[in-house]
Each structure stands twice: as C-alpha cells, then as structure tokens.
C-alpha cells in the first residue's frame, strides 16, 4: 500500500497529541502506541507531531527512538491561558503550508482545528474517542467538526455506543481501535520480597488491588463499592488485604471513610507508585479489582492479565471490550457490593467458573493475542489502507 504511493510522492501526515512526554495518562500512553504503529507501518513517510502540553525539554530527556522522518512541535512552554490558541494558529498556519495527507486527532477536542483545516483546504482528518471526553458533548463546533471527521476511532463499544447514540453519528463513520500495553513489561512473577517486607505480609496472604487515580470527579472507579463488600470478604476471608494505588484529590475523604468503616488494619493506600514498580504490585496481589461504571477502556485492566492475574472488572462499560466480554475475567454489576464480594471470594478460593483465570501464562498469552501492540498495529494498518489508497489513486 504504502510503496504505491511514495513512488509519486511522500506520504505526509500531521499527528495532534495534547502530551506523550511530560504526563502517563490513559490518553498519553494510547498516543504513543499510536505514533509508533504508525512510524513502523509507514516507515518512510514525514510525521509532524504537535504536542500541546509537552515542552522541548520534555521531548529532549525522553530517550525515545523514532523510526521515521519524525518532526516534534511543541507547545509547553508557552502560557496555559493561550497555548490553546497558539497551538490552533500554528496547527492552521503550518498545515497551510506544509498540506499533510492526513491529519489525525488522538483526543477529540483537537478535531475543531482539524475541521477548520479540512474545511480551508479539504484535507483530511480523523479522530480518536477515548472515555469521559467523548461523552455529553454539547459544544455545537465540537459536534459539528466529529459529524464531518472521515474517521472516528473509538478505544471501546461503549464509547463507540454512546457517540452514535448522543450525536446521531452513522455507525459506518467509527471504527474500533483498543487500546494496547507494554507486554514486556507485565509478566507474571512471584510476590516481590520488597514488598511483602515493606507492607508486613506473609507470601500466602489474599491481596485484592486497585489502581485508578483517586479523584473526587472520577469515583466511577468503584473503589467506595469494593470497600462497601470489604467487611464480607473479611467475614470468609479475614487476612484479606486491600491496596489501592493512585494519588490524587480523593485521598482525604477515602481515608476517613476508612476509618468510618474500621477497615484501617485492611487497607492500605500506597499513594504514587512509579511506573516502573507498578509490575511489582501486580505481582504482589491475588485479584485485580475495579468495577468500574463509566471507563473508557481501562489499560490497567491489560496490565493486571499480563501478570496473570484474575480480574474483575464493571459490567457496564468499555471494561466488557477489555476483558472480552468475560472470557479474560469476571464481570460484575459495578453497583452491587454483594456480587462483588461473592465474586471476589469465589476467585480467592479458586472456584470461580471461569478457569482461564487461574492459569498465569495462558491468561498472558491471552490477553497479548488480543490486545498486544502487534494486534493494535495490524488493526490500524487495515483502517488506514482505504485512506491511504485513495490518496494514492
């Protein structure tokens, strides 16, 4: 595909990213993926990348290798209240100028230059719709520049769901494209001594795990349920421990329920764990838990199935993409504090119906068949090929 049309000219597309470099979020980590499928499906092509957030130096320290003619421009060091439109000014000016092929959106909010763009001089753009961004839009340039996107690429069917139904969008206009993970880094391992020393555990003890940033604005991560079936849990299972990591501005008030409930002695809050650790706590519990009711898709759902664990997960959002519907792990009403503590003992005492769950490295093989950068990429190879073809033609 691609080898049609560099023999008449290169192919240009123009990448807009609010940040890969200075802050990991869900968003952050999908645009990274998705910038390198896209250097090593086109790996001759010139890909200007506009990064809003991330600053020079951000760019500079990353130790990145880039595969392609990969061009940065970068917004971070301009001040908050006019980077927004600086960046839409030079979006404008330099695609003017410069006529990329494509031009694609990783958050949504992007798509109102990118309309603009395609509006001036016809070209082309797409855009990616993660979670709560894509939801209750009511902005009218916003809904009219996704009406007019070639392409909408949606992580999960609930987010796909939700965009056909509240913008009356024809299903034909978005396609599915998953998230994917860093599978060399998840992999299944004993309990790290570290920290079974640090948090005072003995190797046999049942560890549930959340991790989810604790914010007020996002208490659909359920972690208040999961502490609501706590007490039963502890009723069968009284060893039984509770990790949440994360940070963030929901702290204060989860501790005091906490103590509310008398859970203190259960639950630890680990605050920030860096990424690189991040694998270690993984390892370290026996059930990932986080029934959500309005994610997007949830990577950390991946990461906690490369590890091999038994997952959990809300019945009700794009967590049913993540864990296939139940074949990769159990599915519960994210409302319902009783099913998850039966579900949650089922699995701790292996009787869980589902045995997929209890076999580390069928689970990994499982989950990186699915959702693996190789299956990531081969999927965006597929929707960009039509694009790619008739600009060739």
Known sequence: MFKNFSQSKRLKIHLLIPNIFGFKGGVQVYSAFFLEALQEIYPFATIDVFLLHDTSQDIASSQVSFLTDTRFHSFGKFKLSFRSWIYA??????????????IISTHLNFSVVAHRLNQIAGIPFWTIAHGVEAW??????????????????AVSHYTCDRLIKEQELKSGKISLLHNTFQSKRFQPSPKPDQLLKKHSLHIRQPILLTVCRLCASESYKSYDVVLGALPTILKTIPEAKYFIVGKGDDKSR???????????????????????????????????????KLEGFGIVYLEALACGKPVIGGNQDGAVDALSKGELGALVDPDDAEEIAETVIQILNRTYPNYLMFQPNKLRSSVIERFGFTSFKRTLRNYLQTEISTLSS
């Open 89 to 102: 000014f030079y979006l404008i000016a330099y695609g003017l100028f410069h006529r990329p092929d494509l």
């Open 136 to 153: 209750d839009i009511t902005r009218p340039d916003l809904k009219n520049a996704l009406s007019k996107a070639q392409k909408i690429l």
């Open 254 to 292: 989860l501790e005091k329920k906490i103590i509310e409930m008398d859970l203190q002695e259960h639950v630890i809050l680990t605050g920030f764990v860096p990424d690189q650790d991040l694998c270690d706590y993984y390892n370290l519990c026996d059930v990932f838990v986080m029934p959500s």
